[in-house]
Nanobody
């Protein structure tokens, strides 16, 4: 059973920075894209970013492009989400998840296309 765990969340001021990590329990995830999603209170999961299995293709939600950066280190089975200049509306629980299909050619923003979700890490942005 593959497991993923998020870390790095916390309280950050507007304009600061934060780096989230998503570590997988097995190297088998290195052939899968990984996505970051977030969920604010009372709202559904929102796509944030995804990265392909090789780490050379990324896909961002339009509203977050330019402020967030996704990257991965397959040697560490870890995907990162660098959050720069976060805003109060970025406050949410952030989750990572593994794409259901290996070596998918086109990255997907649909939560249903991902399996093995972590427990999430809370990010709170103060103004």
């Amino acid at each position: 059973q593959v497991q993923v765990g998020e870390s790095g969340g916390g309280l950050v001021e507007t304009g600061g920075s934060l780096r989230l990590s998503c570590e997988a329990s097995t190297r088998s995830v290195n052939s899968h894209a990984i996505g970051w999603f977030r969920q604010a209170p009372g709202k559904e999961h929102q796509f944030v970013a995804a990265i392909n299995w090789r780490g050379d293709t990324t896909y961002y939600a339009d509203t977050l492009k330019g402020r967030f950066t996704i990257s991965r280190d397959n040697a560490k089975n870890t995907v990162y989400l660098q959050m720069n200049s976060p805003q109060p509306e970025d406050t949410a629980v952030y989750f990572c998840a593994i794409d259901r299909l290996p070596i998918r050619k086109v990255l997907t923003p649909i939560p249903g296309d991902y399996d093995y979700w972590g427990q999430g890490t809370q990010v709170s942005v103060s103004s």
